[in-house]
Every structure is written in structure tokens, then in C-alpha cells.
């Protein structure tokens, strides 16, 4: 069974742009959620999407966005990048919403200079 | 408010010997307690995980002790491998929300 696959893996950004980042479940995995991870802050929780519907939100500001789609893929959306934005993003698959272990992709990179 | 802390960013230890990783929380809602290993350019990898109402679990060489009075949890990894060395993040749940805390490096030493 393939595992949780992200893309793109790595992306550059300028403050006050906006990025997409893509997240595909393991196969059957109907809940996915984010994480930012930055050095000394380990990896906080964004939001996690079951069936389509936002489940559960972390403490980030509005600029930080999500959707998930019929097939489970999610996609994420920062808007107007700032310098602290610069992370690796993560996202986690699990069979049902609130299930404790979860399955994580290998993240994207970015960099906003 | 970090309500999941692991205090030493950083450990070393020799292989063979026992490492013990710490993980301090505050909210005494947790019910579940995990322990994920993370390699660079990997994303965590779950590695054992303890339910509130028990004190230990075990898994192999990786075993989870869970001190709710004192609100606190290890992981120990006996005998400690080269391949052990990793970033090890603990991890407590309620009501499906994962909080993480900041990650301990782990360097085991040939």
C-alpha cells in the first residue's frame, strides 16, 4: 500500500505570496491533518478535514487555510507569506477522524525569503 | 503555552547502553500518549503509544512509562543501535488532536 505522498517537496516563496501544498492519504485513510514543524516549536497542529468537513483547528491565524476533496487528497493554503511562515508542513492520514496514530508523509519545504 | 515540553533537545549515548527520553505535559485531559521517531527529510514514523489508564508498554526493545501524578512520560530504548539515532517526538491526544512536543535528538554512539 503506497504511503502518504506530498507535493511539491520543496518550494520557494517571496513574502506576500501565496502557496498550495497537496497531500494524498494512504488509500482507505479518510482523515487527514496538518502540522507545521519549525525548529524549537516541534510540529503544531493546523487542522485536520474528515469526509470533506474541517474537524478540528489549531491556533493559526486565518491566513492558513484547508480543503479535502471527495477522493481524501487535501490541499493547504497560505496566503500572504510571511518570513516566520518558512516550515516544514506535514500532513498525517488516519483511517477515521480522531484516531490516534496517524501515518505521515515525508512534507514540503518552504522557504519564504 | 507548550502543553507538551520535552526539555533536552539533545542526547547521546552509547551503543549498547539505555536511552531514556523524556516527555512532561500539562493537561491532565490526555488520554493517549504516543512516541514518534523522525528521520531528516522522513516524515515521524509512530513508534509505541500508552493509553491514560495504564503505566507501562512495552514493544521490543522500546518500552513507555507513563507517571500521571507527576504528569510525565519516557521512553526507553534498551539496547540502544546506530540506527536509533533519530529526532523523537512524544505526543499526547484528546479528543483527536495530536500535541507534540519540540522533539529530543537522539545520537547513539558506535
Known amino acids: 500500500k503506497a504511503g502518504v505522498t506530498q507535493t511539491p517537496r520543496y518550494l520557494i516563496k517571496t513574502r506576500g505570496q501565496q502557496v498550495t501544498l497537496s497531500c494524498s492519504p494512504i488509500?482507505?485513510?479518510?482523515?487527514v491533518s496538518w502540522y507545521q514543524q519549525t525548529p524549537g516549536q516541534g510540529l503544531q497542529f493546523l487542522f485536520e478535514y474528515f469526509s470533506e468537513t474541517q474537524r478540528n483547528k489549531g491556533n493559526f491565524p486565518g491566513r492558513f487555510s484547508g480543503r479535502q476533496f471527495s477522493n481524501s487528497r487535501s490541499e493547504m493554503n497560505v496566503s500572504t507569506l510571511e518570513l516566520g511562515d518558512s516550515a516544514l508542513y506535514l500532513c498525517a492520514s488516519s483511517f477515521r477522524s480522531s484516531y490516534n496514530e496517524q501515518f505521515f508523509g515525508p512534507g514540503t519545504r518552504l522557504t519564504v525569503l | 503555552d507548550q502543553q507538551v515540553k520535552q526539555n533536552s533537545p539533545s542526547l547521546s549515548v552509547q551503543e549498547g547502553r539505555i536511552s531514556i527520553l523524556n516527555c512532561d505535559y500539562t493537561n491532565s485531559m490526555f488520554d493517549y500518549f504516543l512516541w514518534y521517531k523522525k528521520y531528516p527529510a522522513e516524515g515521524p514514523t509512530f513508534l509505541i503509544s500508552?493509553?491514560?489508564?495504564?503505566d507501562k508498554n512495552e514493544d521490543g526493545r522500546f518500552t513507555v512509562f507513563l507517571n500521571k501524578s507527576a504528569k510525565h512520560l519516557s521512553l526507553h530504548i534498551v539496547p540502544s543501535q546506530p540506527g536509533d539515532s533519530a529526532v523523537y517526538f512524544c505526543a499526547a491526544s484528546a479528543g483527536g488532536k495530536l500535541i507534540f512536543g519540540q522533539g529530543t535528538e537522539l545520537s547513539v554512539k558506535p
Open positions: 500508552i493509553s491514560s489508564i495504564k
Open positions: 488509500s482507505g485513510h479518510r482523515s
